[in-house]
T-cell receptor
């Protein structure tokens, strides 16, 4: 079963605009990760944020984490056509031998 | 350094046949995980291997099996294929050695399996 749920399921924006995707999860986590997948390809790791962190930046990416609300957001600033892809959040739980669990993703389309 | 390599890239099989998929992780990575991706179910965890031992298994029937070799390369096997097994099978390796998972995964490009 999915631990994380992304919202919205699909997002269409113009090039140059910002894109925000949200992720909600259910259990206590050690960290939350965001991945990108171009059509039919493997996933690419974008960023990892630990449970004791609230915000993290990487280039045009900004990730926030609110453990009290069990939610995270991924912001892509100044979107480009090349950012068109599906974005997934994945959670690593705090304890136990549990694999990385992925949400169903947000499909982002950036129109040039 | 070389990424995660999955072979073959595409595969077409007939119902009832079996198939073996291969994954070579990043050099030095001992953890290999397999996921099945379908449009309806998203990414579903199949199993994880670490140092030749299956450390975790997802909720899939016994027709799905896997193994890991001493060089960390991994294979997964699906026997008695069904139409519903058509999916993108993704392999991922990680530098992590324990739990919880504190490192990101590096994914291969996947094997697209079509069962007809």
């Amino acid at each position: 079963s999915q631990q994380g749920e992304e919202d919205p399921q699909a997002l269409s924006i113009q090039e140059g605009e910002n894109a925000t995707m949200n992720c909600s999860y259910k259990t206590s986590i050690n960290n939350l990760q965001w991945y990108r997948q171009n059509s039919g390809r493997g996933l690419v790791h974008l960023i990892l944020i630990r449970s004791n962190e609230r915000e993290k930046h990487s280039g045009r990416l900004r990730v926030t984490l609110d453990t009290s609300k069990k939610s995270s957001s991924l912001l892509i600033t100044a979107s480009r056509a090349a950012d068109t892809a599906s974005y997934f959040c994945a959670t690593a739980v705090s304890s136990g031998n549990t694999p990385l669990v992925f949400g169903k993703g947000t499909r982002l389309s950036v129109i040039a | 350094k070389a990424g995660v390599t999955q072979t073959p890239r595409y595969l077409i099989k007939t119902r009832g046949q079996q198939v073996t998929l291969s994954c070579s992780p990043i050099s030095g990575h001992r953890s290999v995980s397999w996921y099945q991706q379908t449009p309806g179910q998203g990414l579903q965890f199949l199993f994880e291997y670490f140092s030749e031992t299956q450390r975790n298994k997802g909720n899939f029937p016994g027709r799905f099996s896997g193994r890991q070799f001493s060089n960390s390369r991994s294979e997964m096997n699906v026997s008695t294929l069904e139409l519903g097994d058509s999916a993108l099978y993704l392999c991922a390796s990680s530098a992590g050695t324990g739990t919880p998972l504190v490192y990101g995964y590096t994914f291969g490009s996947g094997t697209r399996l079509t069962v007809v």
